[in-house]
């Protein structure tokens, strides 16, 4: 079966420090892949998305990027975090073709 | 472009009465699914239950069914029995076939009261 995991769950970071998230996916090949970010009550923001190695598509400028180095590895980075950066940051894939989306556990960044 | 409204900012009912929750949806598209999302306070997002467009009959789980009226663009959520554990954020949301990605809707806050 399918799993995605999702790390760290809880992450606090200084004004200007660098940030790593990753997503890995089992048990699937070729997924897409997706980052969103949901501020405390509200909705999804999605911020990339990904339907193969190498190729990454932002929906919203800003200070954050992705990476997919490998075919179910999924990494949001920023060289300089600002306070605006600090969120609920969700990875999810998909199976191409399918429409049902799955999510991560999540990670709770909060940028002080 | 393309849209999904939930009216509902907050709901609460108390404990085994029915609830349903509003979302509607603005799209050109013939050819499209929808969904209710389920948020927890855990905040892991659950899928609830699907819907595919060009299905007349409305999709069920267990104590959870929607009504879909796709003429009128209106895809609600009703809770049978609702329970404590029912309490959540829960997000509407539509994909086309034509571009695999998700509108989402501004969610729901559904309290169960005891």
């Known amino acids: 079966s399918q799993t995605i995991h999702q790390w760290p769950a809880t992450l606090v970071q200084p004004v200007g420090s660098p940030l790593s998230l990753e997503c890995t996916v089992e048990g699937t090949s070729n997924p897409n892949l997706y980052w969103y970010r949901q501020a405390a009550g509200r909705g999804l923001q999605l911020l990339f998305y990904s339907v193969g190695i190498g190729q990454i598509s932002s929906e919203v400028p800003q200070n954050l990027s992705a990476s997919r180095p490998q075919d179910r590895q999924f990494i949001l980075s920023s060289k300089k975090l600002l306070l605006s950066d600090s969120g609920f940051y969700l990875c999810a894939w998909q199976t191409q073709g399918n429409e049902k989306l799955f999510f991560g556990s999540g990670t709770q960044l909060s940028v002080l | 472009a393309q849209t999904v409204t939930q009216s509902q900012p907050e709901m609460s009912v108390q404990e085994a009465e029915t609830v349903t929750l509003s979302c509607t949806y603005d799209?050109?598209?013939?050819?499209?699914?929808l969904f209710w999302y389920k948020q927890p306070p855990s905040r892991q997002m659950i899928l609830v239950i699907r819907?595919?467009?060009?299905k007349q009959q409305n999709a069920t789980e267990n104590r959870f069914s929607v009504n879909f009226q796709k003429a009128a663009k209106s895809f609600s959520l009703k809770i049978s029995d609702s329970q404590l554990g029912d309490t959540a954020m829960y997000f509407c949301?539509?994909?086309?076939?034509?571009?695999?990605?998700?509108?989402w809707g501004a969610g729901t806050k559904l309290i169960i009261k005891p």
């Open positions: 819907q595919e467009a060009y």
């Open positions: 799209t050109s598209e013939n050819n499209y699914y």
């Open positions: 949301a539509f994909i086309s076939d034509s571009n695999y990605q998700l509108i």
